[in-house]
């Protein structure tokens, strides 16, 4: 059952919501204040940062990164699954950690290519 569950939140979070057929999508640069305008763009954010991650790592790994992320994720938001701003929490949600992790890794680079000039010297 959890397993479903994942699997739903998986697919409702992995596909920005799309505009309403006669509105223009939200300008997500601007502040939002209606709940639909909040969740396209948390959506898309998070969208954009995965795509970060997946042009920095080989498939396996990005895909276990994103894996982890929206577990992390369900897991916080799992006592708001009946409320109706849940799917913005959650894309917002993997926007922040998939940044945070990418602030690391990347800070992680410079340590490990620093060393790895001052070893080669």
Request: aromatic share 8%; hydrophobic share 40%.
């Amino acid at each position: 059952m959890r397993l479903l569950v994942l699997a739903a939140l998986l697919i409702l979070t992995s596909v920005p919501v799309r505009s309403r057929p006669s509105e223009e999508p939200p300008n997500c640069t601007e502040d939002q204040t209606s709940g639909y305008a909040l969740q396209y763009c948390a959506q898309v954010k998070a969208q954009e940062m995965m795509l970060q991650v997946q042009s920095s790592f080989a498939a396996s790994p990005s895909n276990q990164w994103s894996e982890g992320v929206k577990a992390v994720c369900f897991d916080l938001i799992r006592p708001l699954l009946n409320t109706t701003g849940w799917k913005t929490l959650s894309a917002e949600c993997e926007y922040r950690l998939h940044q945070a992790l990418m602030r690391e890794f990347t800070e992680l680079q410079d340590i490990t290519g620093l060393y790895n000039d001052a070893k080669s010297d």
